[in-house]
């Protein structure tokens, strides 16, 4: 029962130190990772990482093992959406030690489903989940908006430039991008209308179109305060 | 009766599993549409959509019908808001069916029209539309201001750049094109101000401008707050 | 007195089609204003838009000796905002016939003043105005804290950038003007940071910046529903 | 005691006529040291700067001796905030002076801390405060989502780009950059998606990612009120 307080409980101080120390170990394994992409990295230097790799992943093992001796649903935790996590950010590891292909490796993107991780532990994640809750339905509809917009805003721009720009223009695909760039105010300028037509066109978009995609953020601050409020009445 | 209720109404299964499949069919022609302008389009798959075209035209022809047939006031539909959406979303495949010249297909545009038959059947753009009508004095106030302001911050920055850039700020009109990037803060960077008399302008202009353009995003923010408050009070 | 009702009120038919119409021949001013600036224009176009001048020169002329006549403190009008705005949008054209130099065109630019002249008849802009007033402290202390963090921010990628780009961040003033670019979120791309610790340090910037400059645009808002509510108690 | 409330009140006209002109030389400074950064500055504009620059020095060290005579608790101002700072914005000239090297010039970074002493004078700063800490827990929290974003962006692009853009999206660590500026919406242009695969993913990060990083604003922005409500209740 102790063992079971240490892992799923945060009221000791043992408990706090397991979350604690778990925490570092998942960022010191992401910037392991980080490191491990480099181009040019020396071989001692890979070695060190690999070795640094294994034993995080033999201490996350452990850990997962312990969580599930601890539950006391043990099917309900291995399908839920921590346990399924908690299990794809060890597996990729065992997978590419049993075949190593290279081709495998394309799944050791999934360790990085560890951060997620790092959800688990912080408590005032939960307020941020409330005021999701609270804005859900306008936040729904500027979803539906936004895209109606994306595409009506994409396939305006592909008629006005297609005949300009041939090859940024290429299909209302391509207008996408433009779209995505533009109404998210990112502007790379990669993409971006020559013509007077698409100018105006371009204009009357972000005239009607930072109205609805910037919105959302104002939604879900005003949604934060109402949760705090709740709070504290 | 009962089929006044299936087309119009959302309350039976059968209203709401035709409205759905109406709502899917929208959406698949117009990916259908999207995947057209692709260049290099084998003919096989041209031929395939534009029998996805012919099909969808067909049925959205037969539901314009149905909708004219139950409608009480037969004038009031055709001339209302989704009426006319509805037949301009039809009318050009017929018109180039029969006339068959290349110009008609720039009408083809029309049959964009159809993403916003999507809004019809969604409850949740009431509510939307109620916050716009409660922030529609100072959206229009804003709009106003906005307008002016990029106005004078076009005629300053031509004055400023356009010895330097003759090219890019040959007139008011391409200058303006600047102050919409640039208060949109979109900054695509195809025109930006080289000169030191125009840049202390681009920093003043923000300044203010700022302030101005990404209001309105807050106050629909607020507006939609507002109106979910009277629906719960 | 009826003419004075009809100059500076709005409340009977004829002040609201003085108005109205003063408003459209602004308009229709700037709009000539704007097309003389295109290059190339024909020569018949050029002496068109000379007589739309001259003859909106003439009313606004007319309008400014009436607003005079009818003022009853004549000097308190005349060092008015808004009969000095009214004096600089008339006085350059005749300077200009006067004179006839190149170098006094410059003083054209204020014929723009001209569409100040616009807030004059809108109401809405009272509104406006007092939100200013509400969020002023708060708009005066976000600025000064801006400012700082702008000058910091460029004396940072100076440090940071000048080696390796002596060209783009030649002086403090120089990476000023990226300052401006990137903490408004514009993001032309003529100048960015290319070393590791200049990008670093953008990415400091920009957590504390965007939470400082972007706040200004909140603020206005929130007051502009304050005035609102104090409409409406 | 009549020097301690010149220096430190600002209740007396001798007190704000102090304080007023030690803002002014500091903005004074801080100008003589941007200009001073300027490219091909003739000789004599450089021999002027010194003479600026050790007259300022020469003023704000007196000033802060004489901060550290009238304080109470001498070592309580010594290690204090400001304390620290104030001898930070002094020190490097008196080292640069006394041994002369060019290594040590970098320090006179730590010049600029002098803009931060603007920061004391101003009582307005106060509310500011007050709001970041009403808002703290979810600046905190959304500082840490927005990091967590950063990084699951960054690993992500990097897997889409890497084969397509292998200078670019050299390692997680270049991506970073790209995220950074994305997520932002800076969008300099200097890097940006190229792939399918990495648009739609650029497309997916920022429908989510606006959302996140933009909160943060809205949240000063709402605390800002809350605390001008707490004071006028």
Redo the contacts between chains.
């Keep these: 029962m102790n063992l079971k307080q240490v892992i799923e409980g945060t009221d000791t101080r043992a408990g706090r130190a397991f979350d604690l120390s778990i925490q570092v170990l998942i960022v010191l394994s992401?910037v392991a990772?980080?490191v491990e992409?480099?181009?040019d990295l020396p071989k001692s230097a890979q070695i060190f990482l690999r070795w640094v790799e294994t034993v995080s992943v033999v201490i996350f093992t452990v850990e997962y093992l312990l969580r599930l001796i601890v539950a006391k649903r043990k099917l309900r935790f291995a399908t839920s959406f921590f346990g399924v996590i908690d299990l794809l950010a060890i597996l990729p590891f065992y997978l590419s030690l049993g075949i190593d292909l290279r081709s495998v490796r394309?799944f050791r993107?999934l360790r990085?489903f560890r951060?997620?991780k790092?959800?688990r532990y912080?408590q005032?994640?939960r307020?941020?989940h409330r005021a999701l809750l609270i804005a859900r339905?306008?936040?729904?509809?500027f979803?539906?908006?936004s895209s109606?917009l994306l595409?009506?805003s994409a396939?305006?721009i592909?008629?006005f430039e297609r005949e300009a720009q041939?090859e940024a223009f290429?299909?209302?695909?391509h207008s996408?991008?433009w779209s995505?760039?533009?109404l998210?105010?990112?502007?790379?300028?990669?993409v971006?209308p020559v013509t007077?037509g698409g100018?105006c066109f371009?204009?009357a978009v972000?005239?009607v179109g930072?109205?609805v995609?910037?919105?959302?953020?104002?939604?879900?601050?005003?949604a934060?305060?109402k949760a705090?409020e709740q709070e504290n009445p």
């Design positions: 992401l990772f980080s992409t480099l181009p394309a993107l990085l951060i997620l790092l959800a912080s005032a994640v307020r941020f339905e306008e936040l729904v509809l979803g539906v908006v109606i595409y009506l396939v305006g592909y008629f041939p290429a299909s209302v695909f996408l991008w995505v760039a533009t998210t105010t990112v502007g790379y300028g990669d971006y007077t100018r371009t204009f972000l005239l930072l109205g995609v910037s919105v959302p953020a104002g939604l879900v601050a005003s934060l305060s705090r």
